[in-house]
């Protein structure tokens, strides 16, 4: 075989084994159960993601972030950051799954049943 038909071979291994490795991960992708909001490092509050809600996340220095729980998703709907990367982050609802604001110090992570957050109750309001 040349060289040529090596190459061809190895860059179809290449992607038959990363695409085998992508399609794991996405089927081992778990739905989340909670939404756990974090300011500067600290668990402020811990929400159903199955409880449809708004809630207005107050961050560092002022910084202001509406977060909205709609149909099993999270999503930050506007920010008082310059920049508003989180509110293009896109919505999320699969474990590990995060929208992050760095100018409010705002992490907004979606966690399963029975994690340890660091929070004292569940609010619902």
Not at 10 to 23: D, H, K, T
């Amino acid at each position: 075989m040349k060289k040529h038909g090596r190459d061809i071979l190895l860059i179809a291994a290449i992607l038959l084994i990363g695409g085998a490795i992508a399609l794991i991960l996405l089927l081992s992708r778990r739905q989340g159960a909670f939404v756990q909001v974090r300011v500067d490092g600290k668990a402020v509050a811990l929400y159903p993601l199955g409880e449809n809600a708004e809630h207005e996340i107050k961050g560092v220095n002022g910084g202001v972030n509406r977060l909205v729980i709609r149909n099993g998703e999270a999503w930050v709907e506007s920010a008082s950051c310059p920049d508003g990367l989180c509110v293009g982050m896109g919505h999320i609802r699969h474990i590990g799954a995060s929208v992050i604001c760095l100018p409010n110090k705002v992490v907004i992570a979606i966690v399963g049943e029975g994690a340890d957050g660091g929070v004292d109750a569940v609010t619902g309001q």
